[in-house]
Each structure stands twice: as structure tokens, then as C-alpha cells.
């Protein structure tokens, strides 16, 4: 998937400029219930890491996040106060922006008859949530503060959705000068090159999934 939580992990890895191997779980055909999938992640969703020298594998992807950067001592300070301001800010990310953005991202495709009211409550959140990061940005460099964190890495993806989520990017005048800022580092560029050629299987694309599919894939069979 171009999910934003699989995206972070690859951002992350070319940041490290670790070597690393991608197998795409076939999400819309259903490989993610497979046992062999199960057995690394009973929540049945990607992503996940396995450490092919120690044999560790990770499910979730702020967890992730926190083994690599921990594993290469990179973009976690180890200071207390640091390190917990990087936190913080992950793991609202992984509770607030992620599941948040996720919902409007979802109901703004449902047919259901309570979509109206569902729409209005994620797209309310939502905005309220960018307007947070851009409040949090207007003072400081990164969201952890002066240096590039997992916190920014983990988060990157997901506030590229004001486009799609139908904002103004003027609105959030520090929240597109801190997209920007990542964008341009060499990690980011490899990652956002890297995607489309792990997406090239036309089975892997939203598009191609029939009902079944995506009936599956929400949970709603």
C-alpha cells in the first residue's frame, strides 16, 4: 500500500540508508489474513519490519519506528526531555493524526446514510488537528523542536493530505513550510521514488479492487 503508515517506515529506512527488502502484501486480495501473515501481525495490517539478523519482528508503525531509530541511534535523542518531547509528538501521531485523517479518508468515500454526519465530525477533527501542527510549527524548526525526529518522519505523510481532505494550504502557512522542508531532503526523494515502482502490480491499486475486496479489506463481510 501507499498507506501514510507504510510510507514512514520506507522514509525512515532511506533516511538510515539501511539496506532492506520490500515483499508487498497483497492488501486488496486479502494476504494480510492469511496465518502466515497473522503470525507477524494479528491485527491483520501492514506494515511490518523483520530484522532479518536478529529474527525480530515489529508490527505497528510507530513501534517500528522506535526499533530502527533505537537499533541505529538515530532521530530519537537519547536525553530524557528530548526524547520524550520526540515522543510525544509520535505518538500523537499514531493516537490523534493517523486514526483522525484515517476516518475522513474513509468517509469521505462511504455510501452509508450516517456518512453526512461521520464526514462532518472527521473533517471538524481533522481541521482542528492541522491547525494544531501549524500552531506547533510557527515557533520551532521540527515538531520535536530544532532537529528532525521519528516524530516528523512518522507524521510527514499523513499532513500531506490537506489537498485531498479539500484545505487551504494557506491556512497552514507553517505546516507547508515544514512539508516542504522535508520534501526536499535526499530520504524523502528516494522513498517517494521508490513507491510507484512497489505499487507497479495493478492487484496492489486501490482502483482494482472490487467489492469484495473492499468489503474485505474494511472489515465489513
Not at 500523537?92 to 468517509?107: C, D, E, K, R
Not at 528516494?190 to 507497479?200: F, K, N, Q, T
Request: hydrophobic content about 45%; some cysteine; glycine content about 4%.
Amino acid at each position: 500500500m501507499t498507506s501514510p503508515n507504510v510510507r514512514k517506515v520506507v522514509l525512515m529506512l532511506e533516511e538510515l540508508e539501511a539496506a532492506y527488502d520490500v515483499r508487498v502484501v497483497k492488501v486488496f486480495r486479502g494476504e494480510q489474513f492469511t496465518p502466515a501473515f497473522r503470525a507477524l501481525n494479528p491485527f491483520c495490517k501492514v506494515p511490518v519490519l523483520t530484522d532479518r539478523e536478529t529474527g525480530q519482528s515489529i508490527f505497528e508503525s510507530g513501534a517500528i519506528l522506535i526499533y530502527l531509530a533505537e537499533t541505529f541511534a538515530r532521530f530519537l535523542p537519547a536525553s530524557s526531555a528530548a526524547r520524550y518531547e520526540a515522543l510525544q509528538w509520535l505518538f500523537a501521531q499514531t493516537s490523534n493524526i493517523g486514526p483522525m485523517f484515517g476516518q475522513l479518508n474513509h468517509f469521505r468515500t462511504a455510501k452509508d446514510a450516517d456518512a453526512p454526519y461521520a464526514l462532518t465530525r472527521y473533517r471538524n477533527i481533522s481541521t482542528r488537528i492541522y491547525a494544531i501542527l501549524d500552531e506547533r510549527l510557527a515557533a520551532r524548526a521540527y515538531l520535536a523542536g530544532d532537529d528532525y525526529t521519528i516524530a516528523d518522519i512518522a507524521t510527514f505523510h499523513w499532513a500531506g493530505y490537506v489537498d485531498m481532505h479539500e484545505l487551504n494550504w494557506a491556512d497552514f502557512p507553517h505546516l507547508k513550510r515544514w512539508c516542504d522542508q522535508i520534501a526536499a531532503r535526499p530520504a524523502a526523494q528516494r522513498e517517494a521514488a521508490a513507491i510507484p515502482r512497489l505499487m507497479a502490480d495493478p492487484e496492489h491499486s486501490f482502483s482494482s479492487a472490487a467489492k469484495e475486496d473492499m468489503d474485505r479489506f474494511f472489515w465489513r463481510d
